[in-house]
Protein backbone atom coordinates (compact mmCIF):
# COMPACT_ATOMS: atom_id res chain seq x y z
CA UNK A 1 0.00 0.00 0.00
CA UNK A 2 1.27 3.12 -1.39
CA UNK A 3 0.07 6.66 0.60
CA UNK A 4 0.39 10.26 -1.20
CA UNK A 5 0.62 11.67 1.80
CA UNK A 6 1.47 11.29 5.34
CA UNK A 7 -0.74 8.69 7.41
CA UNK A 8 -3.10 10.00 10.00
CA UNK A 9 -2.39 7.42 12.49
CA UNK A 10 0.46 5.40 13.72
CA UNK A 11 0.77 1.58 14.41
CA UNK A 12 2.36 0.62 17.83
CA UNK A 13 3.72 -2.44 18.73
CA UNK A 14 3.79 -2.77 22.15
CA UNK A 15 6.07 -6.00 22.62
CA UNK A 16 7.17 -8.17 25.34
CA UNK A 17 10.89 -7.88 24.63
CA UNK A 18 10.97 -4.94 22.18
CA UNK A 19 8.33 -2.26 21.17
CA UNK A 20 8.18 0.00 17.97
CA UNK A 21 5.86 2.78 16.45
CA UNK A 22 5.24 2.55 12.45
CA UNK A 23 3.83 5.52 10.41
CA UNK A 24 3.31 5.39 6.67
CA UNK A 25 4.88 8.23 4.57
CA UNK A 26 5.20 9.24 0.71
CA UNK A 27 9.09 7.97 0.04
CA UNK A 28 10.12 7.13 3.87
CA UNK A 29 10.62 3.94 5.29
CA UNK A 30 7.27 2.85 7.72
CA UNK A 31 9.53 2.55 11.22
CA UNK A 32 10.43 5.29 13.46
CA UNK A 33 13.51 5.91 15.41
CA UNK A 34 12.44 5.33 18.94
CA UNK A 35 16.05 5.25 21.12
CA UNK A 36 19.68 6.68 19.87
CA UNK A 37 18.55 5.86 16.02
CA UNK A 38 17.15 2.81 16.45
CA UNK A 39 13.96 1.40 15.77
CA UNK A 40 13.59 -0.68 18.91
CA UNK A 41 12.84 0.35 22.50
CA UNK A 42 13.47 -2.51 25.14
CA UNK A 43 10.08 -2.74 26.57
CA UNK A 44 11.60 -1.84 29.75
CA UNK A 45 10.93 0.45 33.05
CA UNK A 46 13.87 1.17 35.22
CA UNK A 47 12.95 2.90 38.91
CA UNK A 48 16.42 4.60 39.37
CA UNK A 49 16.81 4.69 43.32
CA UNK A 50 19.84 6.75 43.62
CA UNK A 51 19.08 9.26 41.16
CA UNK A 52 15.06 9.58 42.53
CA UNK A 53 14.63 9.06 38.13
CA UNK A 54 12.55 6.62 35.35
CA UNK A 55 14.29 5.43 32.73
CA UNK A 56 13.03 3.50 29.74
CA UNK A 57 14.60 1.27 27.25
CA UNK A 58 18.35 0.83 26.76
CA UNK A 59 18.98 3.48 29.14
CA UNK A 60 17.20 1.72 31.85
CA UNK A 61 19.04 -1.44 31.12
CA UNK A 62 22.43 0.09 31.13
CA UNK A 63 21.90 1.76 34.30
CA UNK A 64 20.91 -1.03 36.14
CA UNK A 65 23.83 -3.06 34.99
CA UNK A 66 25.97 -0.47 35.85
CA UNK A 67 24.70 -0.83 39.43
CA UNK A 68 22.30 1.59 40.68
CA UNK A 69 20.45 1.00 42.91
CA UNK A 70 16.42 0.44 42.14
CA UNK A 71 13.72 -1.72 40.08
CA UNK A 72 13.79 -3.17 37.01
CA UNK A 73 10.77 -3.68 35.27
CA UNK A 74 10.64 -5.61 31.85
CA UNK A 75 8.13 -8.19 29.90
CA UNK A 76 5.51 -5.53 31.28
CA UNK A 77 2.93 -7.05 28.43
CA UNK A 78 2.62 -10.42 29.88
CA UNK A 79 1.19 -8.86 33.10
CA UNK A 80 -2.14 -8.35 30.43
CA UNK A 81 -4.32 -11.47 31.10
CA UNK A 82 -2.87 -12.14 34.37
CA UNK A 83 -3.63 -12.23 37.90
CA UNK A 84 -1.08 -9.63 38.61
CA UNK A 85 -2.18 -6.79 36.20
CA UNK A 86 -4.52 -5.54 39.24
CA UNK A 87 -2.08 -5.86 41.97
CA UNK A 88 0.73 -3.71 43.36
CA UNK A 89 3.87 -3.91 43.84
CA UNK A 90 6.74 -0.94 45.99
CA UNK A 91 8.93 1.04 43.74
CA UNK A 92 11.02 3.30 45.43
CA UNK A 93 9.27 3.24 48.64
CA UNK A 94 5.74 3.49 47.08
CA UNK A 95 3.01 1.26 46.47
CA UNK A 96 2.20 1.24 42.64
CA UNK A 97 -0.99 -0.69 40.61
CA UNK A 98 0.98 -2.41 38.03
CA UNK A 99 -1.82 -1.34 35.76
CA UNK A 100 0.60 2.25 36.35
CA UNK A 101 3.79 1.12 35.57
CA UNK A 102 2.44 -0.32 32.33
CA UNK A 103 0.62 3.02 31.72
CA UNK A 104 4.22 5.10 32.09
CA UNK A 105 5.72 2.76 29.64
CA UNK A 106 2.64 3.35 26.90
CA UNK A 107 3.01 7.09 27.49
CA UNK A 108 6.54 7.19 26.82
CA UNK A 109 6.15 5.13 23.92
CA UNK A 110 3.76 7.85 22.81
CA UNK A 111 5.48 10.40 23.12
CA UNK A 112 8.42 9.33 21.44
CA UNK A 113 6.59 7.99 18.74
CA UNK A 114 5.63 11.70 18.13
CA UNK A 115 8.91 13.02 18.92
CA UNK A 116 10.48 11.24 15.99
CA UNK A 117 7.19 11.67 13.56
CA UNK A 118 7.17 15.72 14.38
CA UNK A 119 3.57 15.66 14.95
CA UNK A 120 0.99 14.27 17.37
CA UNK A 121 -0.95 11.33 17.24
CA UNK A 122 -4.86 10.74 18.44
CA UNK A 123 -5.60 7.53 16.94
CA UNK A 124 -3.58 4.50 16.86
CA UNK A 125 -3.55 0.59 15.75
CA UNK A 126 -2.16 -1.66 18.18
CA UNK A 127 -0.87 -5.05 17.69
CA UNK A 128 -1.96 -7.69 19.70
CA UNK A 129 -1.22 -11.50 19.77
CA UNK A 130 -3.72 -13.76 18.73
CA UNK A 131 -4.36 -14.96 22.48
CA UNK A 132 -3.15 -12.60 25.44
CA UNK A 133 -4.59 -15.88 27.48
CA UNK A 134 -4.88 -19.58 26.63
CA UNK A 135 -8.00 -20.86 26.34
CA UNK A 136 -10.47 -18.10 28.35
CA UNK A 137 -11.93 -15.87 26.03
CA UNK A 138 -13.19 -13.56 28.93
CA UNK A 139 -9.83 -13.24 30.45
CA UNK A 140 -8.56 -12.39 26.73
CA UNK A 141 -11.10 -9.92 26.12
CA UNK A 142 -10.00 -8.28 29.63
CA UNK A 143 -6.70 -8.04 28.70
CA UNK A 144 -7.39 -6.39 25.37
CA UNK A 145 -9.68 -3.92 27.08
CA UNK A 146 -6.88 -3.12 29.72
CA UNK A 147 -4.47 -2.04 26.94
CA UNK A 148 -7.02 0.20 25.40
CA UNK A 149 -8.12 1.86 28.40
CA UNK A 150 -3.86 2.15 29.63
CA UNK A 151 -3.41 3.62 25.52
CA UNK A 152 -6.50 6.25 26.28
CA UNK A 153 -5.23 7.51 29.22
CA UNK A 154 -1.83 7.77 27.68
CA UNK A 155 -3.56 10.37 25.44
CA UNK A 156 -4.58 8.09 22.42
CA UNK A 157 -8.50 9.04 21.37
CA UNK A 158 -8.98 6.30 18.88
CA UNK A 159 -7.78 3.03 19.11
CA UNK A 160 -8.00 -0.11 17.24
CA UNK A 161 -6.46 -3.59 17.34
CA UNK A 162 -5.33 -5.94 14.66
CA UNK A 163 -3.31 -9.42 15.09
CA UNK A 164 -0.08 -9.07 15.13
CA UNK A 165 0.94 -12.21 12.27
CA UNK A 166 -1.95 -10.39 10.20
CA UNK A 167 0.28 -6.65 10.50
CA UNK A 168 3.48 -8.98 9.63
CA UNK A 169 1.37 -10.19 6.69
CA UNK A 170 1.01 -6.93 5.35
CA UNK A 171 4.69 -5.85 5.60
CA UNK A 172 5.37 -8.84 3.69
CA UNK A 173 2.75 -8.52 0.70
CA UNK A 174 4.48 -4.75 0.00
CA UNK A 175 7.33 -6.70 -1.45
CA UNK A 176 4.96 -9.62 -3.76
CA UNK A 177 4.17 -9.47 -7.12
CA UNK A 178 2.15 -12.55 -7.44
CA UNK A 179 -0.63 -13.90 -5.16
CA UNK A 180 0.78 -16.14 -2.34
CA UNK A 181 -1.25 -18.02 0.03
CA UNK A 182 1.43 -17.58 3.42
CA UNK A 183 1.71 -18.70 6.84
CA UNK A 184 3.26 -16.21 8.95
CA UNK A 185 4.76 -17.23 11.78
CA UNK A 186 5.23 -14.80 14.21
CA UNK A 187 7.58 -16.17 17.54
CA UNK A 188 7.53 -12.86 19.68
CA UNK A 189 8.72 -12.46 23.38
CA UNK A 190 5.42 -14.23 24.69
CA UNK A 191 3.76 -15.19 22.01
CA UNK A 192 3.72 -17.66 18.87
CA UNK A 193 1.32 -16.51 16.59
CA UNK A 194 0.48 -17.86 13.03
CA UNK A 195 -2.04 -16.42 10.45
CA UNK A 196 -3.23 -18.11 7.34
CA UNK A 197 -3.75 -15.74 4.55
CA UNK A 198 -4.05 -14.98 0.53
CA UNK A 199 -1.48 -12.08 -0.24
CA UNK A 200 -1.20 -10.19 -3.75
CA UNK A 201 -0.61 -6.44 -4.75
CA UNK A 202 -4.25 -6.60 -6.31
CA UNK A 203 -5.53 -7.79 -2.96
CA UNK A 204 -3.29 -4.93 -1.24
CA UNK A 205 -6.12 -2.61 -2.50
CA UNK A 206 -8.90 -3.88 -0.79
CA UNK A 207 -10.23 -2.38 1.98
CA UNK A 208 -11.87 -5.15 3.41
CA UNK A 209 -9.59 -8.43 3.91
CA UNK A 210 -11.38 -10.69 5.54
CA UNK A 211 -12.20 -12.68 3.08
CA UNK A 212 -7.87 -13.13 2.34
CA UNK A 213 -7.63 -14.28 5.97
CA UNK A 214 -8.08 -18.22 6.10
CA UNK A 215 -6.82 -18.84 9.80
CA UNK A 216 -6.08 -17.53 12.63
CA UNK A 217 -4.13 -19.28 15.77
CA UNK A 218 -1.80 -19.31 18.71
CA UNK A 219 -0.29 -20.25 21.99
CA UNK A 220 1.13 -18.38 24.88
CA UNK A 221 4.85 -19.48 24.27
CA UNK A 222 7.23 -17.62 23.42
CA UNK A 223 11.14 -16.27 23.73
CA UNK A 224 10.58 -15.61 27.67
CA UNK A 225 9.65 -19.33 28.07
CA UNK A 226 12.32 -20.41 25.96
CA UNK A 227 14.74 -18.09 28.54
CA UNK A 228 13.15 -19.87 31.73
CA UNK A 229 13.07 -23.44 30.85
CA UNK A 230 16.78 -23.40 29.41
CA UNK A 231 17.26 -21.09 32.67
CA UNK A 232 15.83 -23.78 35.18
CA UNK A 233 17.25 -26.71 33.47
CA UNK A 234 20.87 -24.64 32.68
CA UNK A 235 21.55 -22.22 34.94
CA UNK A 236 19.53 -22.70 38.39
CA UNK A 237 20.69 -26.12 39.70
CA UNK A 238 23.99 -23.84 40.03
CA UNK A 239 21.96 -21.96 42.62
CA UNK A 240 20.53 -24.94 44.04
CA UNK A 241 17.47 -25.76 42.11
CA UNK A 242 16.21 -29.89 42.65
CA UNK A 243 19.20 -29.77 45.23
CA UNK A 244 17.93 -31.72 48.85
CA UNK A 245 17.68 -30.30 52.05
CA UNK A 246 18.81 -32.58 54.90
CA UNK A 247 15.37 -33.91 55.90
CA UNK A 248 15.25 -35.41 52.62
CA UNK A 249 13.25 -32.58 50.96
CA UNK A 250 13.61 -31.41 47.92
CA UNK A 251 14.61 -27.73 47.73
CA UNK A 252 11.66 -25.53 46.81
CA UNK A 253 11.23 -24.60 43.53
CA UNK A 254 9.16 -21.74 43.57
CA UNK A 255 11.92 -19.45 43.96
CA UNK A 256 13.69 -20.64 40.89
CA UNK A 257 10.84 -20.45 38.90
CA UNK A 258 10.48 -16.55 39.97
CA UNK A 259 13.59 -15.60 39.02
CA UNK A 260 13.36 -17.73 35.61
CA UNK A 261 10.70 -15.55 34.74
CA UNK A 262 10.58 -12.05 33.58
CA UNK A 263 7.73 -10.28 34.92
CA UNK A 264 8.32 -12.55 38.56
CA UNK A 265 11.60 -11.92 39.23
CA UNK A 266 11.14 -8.64 41.87
CA UNK A 267 8.71 -11.30 43.79
CA UNK A 268 12.14 -12.90 45.17
CA UNK A 269 13.53 -9.68 46.43
CA UNK A 270 10.72 -9.22 49.38
CA UNK A 271 11.60 -9.55 53.85
CA UNK A 272 9.73 -13.06 53.78
CA UNK A 273 11.70 -14.49 51.25
CA UNK A 274 14.95 -13.33 52.59
CA UNK A 275 14.00 -14.65 55.99
CA UNK A 276 12.92 -18.20 54.51
CA UNK A 277 15.90 -18.49 52.38
CA UNK A 278 18.00 -18.12 55.89
CA UNK A 279 16.22 -20.95 57.36
CA UNK A 280 16.61 -23.16 54.29
CA UNK A 281 20.26 -22.21 54.68
CA UNK A 282 20.80 -24.34 57.39
CA UNK A 283 19.18 -27.43 55.86
CA UNK A 284 20.68 -27.44 52.82
CA UNK A 285 22.64 -30.45 51.45
CA UNK A 286 24.09 -27.92 49.17
CA UNK A 287 25.74 -24.91 50.80
CA UNK A 288 28.02 -23.58 48.17
CA UNK A 289 24.78 -23.64 45.87
CA UNK A 290 22.84 -21.47 48.68
CA UNK A 291 25.52 -18.92 49.24
CA UNK A 292 25.26 -18.74 45.39
CA UNK A 293 21.43 -17.90 45.31
CA UNK A 294 21.35 -15.43 48.57
CA UNK A 295 24.12 -13.60 46.98
CA UNK A 296 21.96 -12.77 43.64
CA UNK A 297 19.35 -11.95 46.23
CA UNK A 298 20.61 -9.87 48.52
CA UNK A 299 22.72 -7.95 45.69
CA UNK A 300 19.14 -8.15 43.55
CA UNK A 301 20.77 -9.21 40.17
CA UNK A 302 17.91 -11.57 39.10
CA UNK A 303 17.39 -9.59 35.98
CA UNK A 304 21.04 -9.57 34.97
CA UNK A 305 20.86 -13.33 35.38
CA UNK A 306 18.20 -13.63 33.12
CA UNK A 307 20.06 -11.34 30.80
CA UNK A 308 23.10 -13.96 30.81
CA UNK A 309 20.30 -16.80 30.15
CA UNK A 310 19.13 -14.42 27.36
CA UNK A 311 22.59 -13.84 25.39
CA UNK A 312 23.12 -17.54 25.86
CA UNK A 313 20.00 -17.88 24.14
CA UNK A 314 20.99 -15.84 21.31
CA UNK A 315 24.54 -17.46 21.24
CA UNK A 316 22.99 -21.11 21.21
CA UNK A 317 20.69 -20.04 18.07
CA UNK A 318 24.09 -19.18 16.12
CA UNK A 319 26.16 -21.91 17.50
CA UNK A 320 27.35 -24.76 19.37
CA UNK A 321 28.34 -23.50 22.64
CA UNK A 322 27.83 -20.48 24.82
CA UNK A 323 29.54 -19.79 28.38
CA UNK A 324 28.61 -17.69 30.99
CA UNK A 325 30.36 -15.31 32.95
CA UNK A 326 28.76 -15.62 36.61
CA UNK A 327 31.10 -13.47 38.56
CA UNK A 328 28.35 -11.73 40.45
CA UNK A 329 27.29 -15.26 41.68
CA UNK A 330 30.96 -16.21 42.31
CA UNK A 331 34.42 -14.49 41.16
CA UNK A 332 35.64 -16.39 38.43
CA UNK A 333 32.62 -18.68 38.06
CA UNK A 334 32.31 -19.63 34.12
CA UNK A 335 29.29 -21.83 33.65
CA UNK A 336 29.37 -23.51 30.09
CA UNK A 337 26.04 -24.48 27.98
CA UNK A 338 25.55 -26.26 24.48
CA UNK A 339 22.87 -26.27 21.57
CA UNK A 340 21.75 -29.91 22.39
CA UNK A 341 21.18 -29.14 26.34
CA UNK A 342 19.10 -25.78 24.72
CA UNK A 343 17.26 -28.16 22.46
CA UNK A 344 16.37 -30.79 25.53
CA UNK A 345 15.44 -28.45 27.79
CA UNK A 346 12.67 -26.49 25.30
CA UNK A 347 11.78 -29.43 23.02
CA UNK A 348 8.35 -29.87 24.79
CA UNK A 349 7.67 -26.35 23.84
CA UNK A 350 8.48 -26.70 20.20
CA UNK A 351 6.40 -29.75 20.28
CA UNK A 352 3.19 -27.60 21.84
CA UNK A 353 3.65 -24.84 18.65
CA UNK A 354 4.23 -27.65 16.46
CA UNK A 355 0.32 -29.08 17.42
CA UNK A 356 -0.71 -26.16 17.63
CA UNK A 357 0.45 -25.64 13.80
CA UNK A 358 -1.41 -28.12 12.58
CA UNK A 359 -4.64 -28.18 14.28
CA UNK A 360 -4.76 -24.70 12.81
CA UNK A 361 -4.05 -26.25 9.16
CA UNK A 362 -6.47 -28.81 9.78
CA UNK A 363 -9.32 -26.85 11.01
CA UNK A 364 -8.35 -24.15 8.10
CA UNK A 365 -8.60 -27.31 6.00
CA UNK A 366 -5.60 -26.42 3.94
CA UNK A 367 -3.12 -29.44 2.99
CA UNK A 368 0.41 -28.44 3.97
CA UNK A 369 1.28 -28.82 0.27
CA UNK A 370 -0.80 -25.90 -0.39
CA UNK A 371 1.26 -23.65 1.30
CA UNK A 372 3.45 -21.53 -0.63
CA UNK A 373 5.62 -19.54 2.04
CA UNK A 374 6.34 -19.75 5.44
CA UNK A 375 7.30 -15.88 6.18
CA UNK A 376 9.11 -15.97 10.18
CA UNK A 377 8.80 -12.56 12.31
CA UNK A 378 9.85 -12.24 15.85
CA UNK A 379 12.84 -12.29 17.84
CA UNK A 380 12.40 -15.57 19.14
CA UNK A 381 11.45 -17.51 15.21
CA UNK A 382 16.03 -17.80 15.03
CA UNK A 383 15.44 -20.84 17.11
CA UNK A 384 17.39 -23.21 14.91
CA UNK A 385 15.30 -26.23 16.89
CA UNK A 386 11.81 -24.17 16.71
CA UNK A 387 12.73 -23.08 12.66
CA UNK A 388 13.53 -26.39 11.54
CA UNK A 389 10.21 -27.97 13.21
CA UNK A 390 7.92 -25.42 11.23
CA UNK A 391 9.76 -25.77 8.27
CA UNK A 392 9.41 -29.56 8.85
CA UNK A 393 5.43 -29.41 9.04
CA UNK A 394 5.49 -27.89 5.31
CA UNK A 395 7.80 -28.97 3.50
CA UNK A 396 6.75 -27.87 0.57
CA UNK A 397 6.86 -24.00 1.45
CA UNK A 398 9.62 -21.83 0.72
CA UNK A 399 11.01 -19.90 3.95
CA UNK A 400 11.48 -16.22 4.37
CA UNK A 401 12.26 -14.07 6.84
CA UNK A 402 11.54 -10.70 7.83
CA UNK A 403 12.55 -7.82 9.80
CA UNK A 404 12.70 -9.94 13.21
CA UNK A 405 12.00 -6.88 15.79
CA UNK A 406 10.13 -4.40 12.67
CA UNK A 407 8.05 -6.59 10.63
CA UNK A 408 4.88 -6.35 12.67
CA UNK A 409 5.33 -2.38 13.54
CA UNK A 410 5.81 -2.17 9.46
CA UNK A 411 2.40 -3.87 8.64
CA UNK A 412 0.20 -1.85 11.68
CA UNK A 413 1.48 1.36 10.02
CA UNK A 414 -0.06 -0.13 6.69
CA UNK A 415 -3.03 -0.81 8.54
CA UNK A 416 -3.39 1.99 10.78
CA UNK A 417 -3.15 4.17 7.16
CA UNK A 418 -6.18 1.54 5.69
CA UNK A 419 -8.23 2.55 8.34
CA UNK A 420 -7.60 5.70 9.35
CA UNK A 421 -6.42 7.17 6.18
Given at each position: ??V ?7 G?D?G?S ?6 L ?6 L ?15 F ?8 V?RA ?5 L ?5 RL?R??K????S ?6 T??Q???L ?5 L ?12 AAA ?11 P???V ?6 D ?10 A?A??F ?8 P??A????E???D ?6 I ?5 G ?6 IR?SP??A??A????D?L??GG????G?N??R???L?G???L??Y???L ?25 R?V ?9 D?Q ?5 DR???LI??R???W ?9 I??SN?A ?6 D????GL?H???R ?12 K????L ?8 I?A ?5 V???GG??G ?9 S ?6 RM??D?F??I?S?L??EA ?5
Amino acid sequence: MSVATPARACGIDFGTSNSTAGWLRPDQPPLLALEDGKFTLPSVIFFNADENTVSVGRAGLNEYLDGYEGRLMRALKSLLGSPLMDGRTEVQGRSLPYRELLGQFIAELKRRTEAAAGRPFDQAVFGRPVFFVDDDPCADRQAEQTLEAVARAAGFREISFQFEPVAAAYHYERQLDREELVLIADIGGGTSDFSLIRLSPQRAQAADRRGDLLANGGVHIGGTNFDRHLSLEGVMPLLGYRSRLKRGLEMPSSYYMNLATWHTINQTYTRPVWAELQELYLDTQAPEAMDRLLRLIRDRAGHWLAMQVEDAKIALSNGARATLRLDRLEPGLRHKLTRLEFEQATRHLVEKIGAMLSRLLADAGIRADAVDTVFFTGGASGVPLLRHHIASLLPLARRMEGDLFGSIGSGLAVEAARRFG
